[in-house]
């Protein structure tokens, strides 16, 4: 007990860490996220008819997007969800930069009944160190 008492610091900083670690590791897991590399990505986009939703800011999109993408910034996804209620038995192939915002954008399309939506695990940067193309 006297160690840990004069090492709280210490602790507490190990134990805060190591939730980090877990929670990057197995965060999207534990939300309901299903991540794809590029290889199935494209997979899901040729042979599945997978659409393509682009959910970062106009600006990022007009820069370079992946062929035939549908914007919907994230910011305003909520409020157009509507917009995809077409596609909600199709696969939805979902990206972002760098796979952050995608995820978080699966996340409500989970709770919004959309069953099949793929977070693209890197993002635009994955998919150009791909060397896929993109069309400005």
Not at 91 to 115: D, E, H, M, Y
Request: net charge positive; glycine share 10%.
């Amino acid at each position: 007990m006297q160690f840990i008492s004069n090492n709280i610091f210490p602790i507490l900083i190990a134990l805060f860490s190591g939730a980090m670690l877990f929670w990057s590791a197995f965060g999207s897991r534990i939300r309901g996220i299903k991540d794809v590399d590029c290889v199935a990505a494209t997979q899901l986009i040729n042979h599945k008819n997978a659409l393509v939703l682009d959910v970062r800011e106009d600006s990022e999109y007009k820069a370079g997007h992946i062929l035939n993408s549908t914007l919907i910034p994230l910011g305003k996804l909520a409020g157009r969800i509507g917009e995809l209620e077409e596609y909600k038995g199709q696969p939805i192939v979902v990206v972002c930069r760098s796979g952050n915002r995608s995820g978080t954008a699966c996340a409500l399309l989970g709770k919004q009944g959309f069953a099949q939506a793929y977070n693209l695990a890197g993002g635009v940067i994955a998919w150009q160190k791909a060397n896929l193309p993109l069309e400005k």
